[in-house]
């Protein structure tokens, strides 16, 4: 993906370096061993019928996505260890990634965020929150030269309370207070929407953390897309946007790293979507509750961002 472009830009001519970032949920990629922390569908050898050939079959799905989108950086949400994320990445092939991060997890927890990068990380630190399974990942990669800042996100579910968002925002916060001079991006699945809905569901996103259009202090990437555009999940009828692309205004002021702008987009290939035009998730009969039956990818789409490099 990595592309290089000269801009002939009167007076001057500027010279383009352009990757692509992008953050995935890929629903729930456990191994085929049994370490405690799985959910029961994800136990091995029981009634579910979860093993190595199953999981053989969904890398497969999973890398056929990561191949085609080609991002130069990803972030991955619900993968369950580093080890299953090297099988991962090496079913990817001649497109495999030669740096990944998987973070250190709290004892029993089940899957975590993790990311696969073209460019050398070098620095990672993680915040852990009380009370709360996942943590927040600062990892900093160097792009022709120049630092930039990824914090990975995976917050609670809608059903959680709103309170166990608010305290990943919070934790957020108290972090970005330390980037006042950095270039960072904010991504991941968020489980929450772009704007607030009844019963405060998106509030620790928006107001907290400030995030909305061009005039925000963090920009949401959804806002370059018509509203009826603007969807990462689908639950029954419902279509919304829980997964993000959040930039800081050091990434639009024309120096260093900037956003390309109108280059955010959702992932769409026709063969990850179900017959209603839904995303087609890992399928496992009887709604979950039976066996897996060894097709689908995710219940979440990608979303992919571009940025450059330009220098005068």
């Known amino acids: 993906m990595i592309r290089f472009s000269l801009l002939l830009l009167v007076p001057f001519v500027a010279f383009c370096f352009e990757f692509k970032v992008a953050t995935y949920n890929v ?26 050939a ?61 990311m696969l ?30 630092p930039l800042v990824l914090f990975l996100n995976h917050w609670p579910a809608q059903k959680e309370r709103v309170e166990e968002r608010m305290a990943y925002a919070l934790a957020l916060k108290s972090m970005l207070r330390l ?11 968020f489980n929450s929407p772009y704007q607030i809905h009844k019963d405060d569901w ?16 963090h920009y949401n990437l959804w806002y370059e897309l018509p509203e009826d555009k603007r969807f990462s999940h689908v639950y029954g009828k419902h279509k919304e946007a829980l997964d993000h692309l959040l930039i800081s205004r050091s990434l639009r002021d024309s120096q260093g790293i900037d956003y390309k ?3 955010f987009e959702v992932f769409k290939r026709s063969y990850m979507f179900d017959e209603k035009g839904n995303p087609m998730r890992w399928q496992i009969s009887d709604r979950g509750k039976g066996e897996h039956l060894g097709f689908g990818f995710s219940d ?6 571009i940025f450059q490099i330009i220098t005068h």
């Open 54 to 114: 199953k999981l053989h079959q969904k890398i497969v799905n999973l890398a056929r996505v990561i191949r085609d989108m080609d991002a130069d950086i990803i972030a991955l949400e619900e993968v369950e260890n580093e080890k299953v994320l090297r099988l991962l990445n090496q079913e990817l092939g001649e497109k495999a990634y030669p740096y990944h991060f998987f973070p250190l997890k709290k004892e029993r927890v089940s899957v975590e965020s993790a």
């Open 117 to 146: 990068s073209r460019f050398p990380i070098s620095q990672t630190n993680s915040m852990l929150i009380k009370n709360q399974p996942r943590g927040i990942h600062r990892i900093v990669v160097t792009v022709d030269k120049l």
């Open 300 to 305: 979440h789409l990608p979303i992919t961002a």
């Open 27 to 52: 629903e729930n990629l456990f191994d085929a061993h049994y370490d405690g922390g799985e959910y029961e569908e994800y136990i091995p050898n029981t009634k579910h019928h979860w093993d190595e």
């Open 179 to 189: 980037e006042s001079k950095s270039e960072y991006i904010i991504l991941g699945d």
């Open 202 to 217: 998106g509030t620790a996103l928006v107001r907290l953390l400030q995030t909305g259009d061009k005039d925000a202090l």
């Open 261 to 263: 702008v109108h280059s």
